[in-house]
């Protein structure tokens, strides 16, 4: 091939590329997998906290586990512990509240960008508890110099029973400050999502959910975003 030739066609292939998208970016799916517990190495994703941290005594697990139905063998993870009111002795913490446990995604390789999608999706088993699921965005809304990043919260209310898929629109959820709703009027960043948690509290929740201390238990499939409205 002479100099010439070659140079027209390394010019060809660079405007091929330089034209070249993912198509995703124009027509983004109607749904997208978040979170999926379907193997062991999901686990490493995610990171325990509760009241222990503080002097507490609620405990906490995440583990994935094999189920097999109609001889298909499938994985899911189960968020599960014990919820307990006291408080270690000799504890130096003086904490207002006692008897809370979560699991929180470890923050995302950059972000995630769900602006796309107006709902979150959980495929879950529950035990009549009611679970607040957060989304964490880009800080933005909060002082200069701040590191934490931004919380959104929904309750998200299981009852007993077999599997079911719970759709919680993005506009449910409400800006947070240590647990507190902000009475301020602020909207959501979905192109800035950096990581998400799912947790529960001894007390309070919605009218007839099981409340109190003991022991909890959530089976989750998944977690997806979806566009549902």
């Not at 002479?2 to 799916?29: H, Y």
């Not at 994703?45 to 509760?50: E, G, N, T």
């Not at 009241?51 to 609620?58: A, C, I, K, M, T």
């Not at 906490?60 to 993870?77: K, M, R």
């Amino acid at each position: 091939m002479s100099r010439l030739r070659a140079l027209w066609q390394a010019s060809v292939n660079a405007t091929k590329r330089a034209v070249v998208w993912n198509s995703e970016d124009l027509f983004p799916p109607s749904e997208r997998y978040i979170f999926n517990f379907n193997s062991k190495d999901e686990v490493k994703k995610w990171h325990l906290y509760s009241d222990s941290e503080y002097g507490g005594l609620s405990s906490a697990s995440l583990e994935i586990t094999d189920s097999v139905s109609g001889g298909d063998t499938s994985s899911t993870g189960v968020f599960s512990g014990n919820l307990s009111l006291d408080m270690s002795e000799g504890s130096p913490w003086r904490i207002r509240r006692s008897g809370f446990c979560g699991m929180r995604s470890k923050k995302f390789d950059g972000f995630i960008d769900l602006d796309s999608y107006d709902t979150i999706a959980i495929k879950l088993r529950g035990d009549g508890r009611t679970y607040i699921s957060t989304i964490y965005t880009e800080n933005w809304v909060n002082s200069p110099g701040q590191e934490e990043d931004n919380s959104w919260q929904a309750f998200v209310y299981v009852p007993q029973g077999g599997w079911r898929i719970l759709k919680i629109p993005l506009a449910s959820y409400l800006p947070t400050w240590k647990g507190n709703v902000i009475e301020a009027e602020m909207e959501m960043n979905p192109s800035r999502v950096v990581g998400m948690s799912v947790s529960l509290n001894a007390e309070g929740g919605v009218p007839g959910a099981k409340t109190g201390p003991g022991d909890f238990r959530l089976d989750i499939d998944w977690i997806k975003a979806m566009r549902a409205l």
